[in-house]
């Protein structure tokens, strides 16, 4: 079992995902440009893909934003009546394909964030790992 007790506490691992930096120093980019991460940390070596597979609850996390926020938006221009049925769906059409690449990076360091609260690294088979 891992020590939990040097960790950030959830606001800051959060406000650490939002600036796109490393949950664990708080310093390291995530992100080297739009797409592509550093991995490990630049700053503190913290795995950022920690095995395959791994990355891929940010794109839940990505679709669930994107899709709360179709909903909200899709009501409240309904109710606003300023936009016609067929307006609306282009509008929601084009921000579901535009938001998500833009959210993309966000939900990636949200989702790492996030993990850093529940499964810190290095858990303990990580641990075990790189002392083989
Ligand atoms: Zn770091």
Same mark, same amino acid.
């Given at each position: 079992?891992?020590?939990?007790?040097?960790?950030? $506490?959830?606001?800051?691992?959060?406000?650490? +995902?939002? #600036? &796109? #930096?490393? $949950?664990?120093?708080?310093? +390291?980019?995530?992100? #080297?440009?739009?797409?592509?991460? =550093?991995? $490990?940390? &630049?700053?503190?070596?913290?795995?950022?893909?920690?095995?395959?597979?791994? %990355?891929?609850?940010?794109?839940?996390?990505?679709? +669930?934003?994107?899709?709360?926020? !179709?909903? !909200?938006?899709?009501?409240?221009?309904?109710?606003? +009546?300023?936009?016609?049925? =067929?307006?609306? *769906? !282009?509008?929601?059409?084009?921000?579901? %394909?535009?938001? $998500? %690449?833009?959210?993309?990076?966000?939900? #990636?360091? *949200? @989702?790492?964030?996030?993990?850093?609260?529940?499964?810190? @690294?290095?858990?303990?088979?990580?641990?075990? =790992?790189?002392?083989?």
């Amino acid at each position: 079992m891992t020590t939990t007790d040097d960790r950030p $506490p959830l606001a800051t691992l959060i406000r650490r +995902g939002l #600036r &796109l #930096r490393c $949950p664990a120093c708080g310093e +390291g980019k995530v992100f #080297r440009n739009w797409f592509s991460m =550093n991995d $490990p940390c &630049l700053e503190c070596g913290r795995r950022f893909d920690r095995e395959p597979g791994y %990355l891929l609850g940010s794109i839940y996390f990505n679709y +669930g934003v994107t899709a709360l926020l !179709v909903v !909200v938006i899709y009501f409240a221009l309904y109710f606003s +009546g300023t936009l016609t049925n =067929n307006q609306r *769906l !282009v509008a929601l059409g084009i921000f579901s %394909l535009m938001f $998500p %690449l833009w959210f993309f990076r966000y939900a #990636r360091a *949200l @989702w790492i964030a996030f993990d850093e609260q529940f499964d810190p @690294w290095p858990n303990e088979k990580e641990r075990r =790992n790189m002392s083989d």
